[in-house]
């Protein structure tokens, strides 16, 4: 009899916790505006809805998989360690225990940010968290602040709704130059597509050298990553007619990408990190002589030949970023991407690469840019393209055209201006972006070829 | 369609990675293994190596401490290379680079690393005194024998850690998970720790274990005498029976008639090994898996290097 007392008081004592908890979590939901407060009587649901509704979304989830986990190893289990398997069976539990707190107290604290409580309140939170929740719940004193920004990986669940966006995309590929018609590059997370980037449509000519302009965030490394075909997008890109997708494994040779940081292996000379670069991008058709002359020929274009036997690690910031260009360009590529080539470096140094870009682009070749600083080297391209994001947080094309247009089109003086413009109000900027994205669209839409200019 | 253009195959981008790794050994400090393994191996024969070969508790110990070394410098020597580089491997990967060529340059890199570690742990061995027998089982000298079996312990060690280490994206988790796979390997190899079970079924999965049992049939472990239970005698000998020392006069009586020889020899064959026979097949299945042992963990390094391109940038 005493048995089943206990039994009793404790069944009692778990379904008084679960429906406190339940209830502090259906009032927090509903001062969260959450739709699915419902979710706030289902264990393992629950947390995942509450971590979404603090925008934890990834630790939700994590966390109500663990509940769900654990609660069923505890029952096999039994709580008992009888043999070797329950033994490895609790060890896995203690891990997976150790996670869940940590990840619960991650979306605790959140949630203490977004009602403005402070983090003392953790404390009671550890041992009374249905105490905590129905505080926040019922006290009308609680109310939620403004949300703090999403992750990154967040953003672009609802593309803002901008009109003709879409109409860019209606003409064909052209047959020389890169042909960029991109309609939405997505990412799955946890099952939820997030858009990164919509409605882009662009022409670039060979010998173009081409400034890719965005603030953070904006989507311009998923855009050059897309337009090389190393993260494919719903799109249609073309080089010379060529379609870079279906014949990525040939293409990609044909592109040169100089990524922001120096990968390249400290401990080897300039002249082999640029030989070997040609060995392994060159096609084996090219003779040893070739190559030779291939790389002799790059290195001096680049001003690296003075130090060519010199390790690599010994180079100086400005000539380690030679040297990265001087890997791709070693195979000739019609396409070279850069991004940021001058990170790090002072004005004279950037000038003198981008001045070498510049020669670059002029043997025929397309050269797109991303750099954070471009007044300072304006005058040398040919095109800029700004990237901005939307409401929904996608990057969109805001402009596409001759830095002089561009200056016209935003009515700024600098390229860091234009970029301010389309920046959102968190980030210091003017935040019209949508209205530069919708006003641009109509612009390209009107204008045969698809792009503006 | 664009012209269908070839480019360099694996075996040419094999020899390309090859030469970039032979010459940053000599810029990269690559060449400072050798005398840390030479120190690690110096330190463990001369404290084990006086009986190694000679009896049976010796040679156990001996190669125990001789295998662990050998998985040591193994782990060392390539733990961090591949994580250190990944973000460069994974533009090269971009740039056409075939992961099979870099492991397998990689591969053989390392198999001449682990040679000039083997060469070095041997002639410590002789300077340190080790009697190394003459006789080998598979091939005519047992230097050679031992020295085979050296570097395939070091060797397999050596591909284990370079899966590792092309699993794992950062050199603090490789760092943090090598001692790990050390402990791992001493505890389960099954020459000190008594294991039953499904512990006893793990030991085949250590490098260890086949390495000790290689050693220990080459080393003729089962024509050893033992001198443990002489010894535990010994260490009775002043035991009091009713006035008397029965055992200390066994002792003596025992060395005046000359017998502690085939005392010894005697309890040496009732202490036998069968997988510790000196046999040509025993020898050469214990370095048939450590080698199927290599061909796998390669494997797995290819596989887990072909999804590079998911890390996150």
Redesign the interface.
Known sequence: MAAFTDILSSVYTELLDFLLFSLGLWMVFGKLKWKQRWMAWVPGLRIAALGRSVQLTREGILCGIMEVVSFVVGYFSKGEITDRFTLFLSLAMLVLLVLLVVYRLRIYVRLLRVFGMKKRWILVWIFFDWLVLMIIGFGKKFQPVELPEPEDWEAGTAPAEISGAENVHFRPAAESGLSVDLFERTAKDFGKTHYLLKDISLDIPKGSLVLLLGGSGAGKTTLVNAIIGYEKAKARMTLNGADIYKDYAHMKYKIGFVPQKNLMRGNDTVLQTVDDAAELRLPSAVSTAERKSRVQEVMDLLGLSAGASGLVCKKSGGQLRRISIAMELVSDPELFVLDEPDSGLDGVIAREIFSKLRAIADEGRIVIVITHTPDRVIDLFDKVIVLARDSGRVGRLAFYGSPQEARDFFGKETMEDVVMSVNSKEQGGEGLAEHYIERYAALAAATEGGAAT | ?????????RL??TG?YL??FL??FV??NDWKLLPMGAVIAAIVVFVVGGTLFQYQEGTKLGVFALVCACIWNGFFNSIQVVCR?R??IK??H????HMSSYVFAQMIYQLLLCLAQTVITLIICSIAGVRIPSLGVVTPWGLLDVGISILLITYTADMMALMVSSIVRTTTTAMTTMPFLLIFQLVFSGGFFTLS??ANKIKYLTISHWGMDGLCSIGRYNEQPMVAVWNMIVGFKDLDVFGYTPLKDALIYVEEQGWRDYFLEWCGQHNQVPQYAATVENVLSNWGVLLLMTVVFALAAVIALEFV?RDK?
Do not use: C, N, P, V
């Open positions: 369609m664009t012209e269908q253009i070839r480019h360099k195959g040419a981008q390309i030469g970039k010459r940053m810029y990269q580089e973000e460069i533009h090269e971009r740039s056409g680079l079970g499904f391109d940038r």
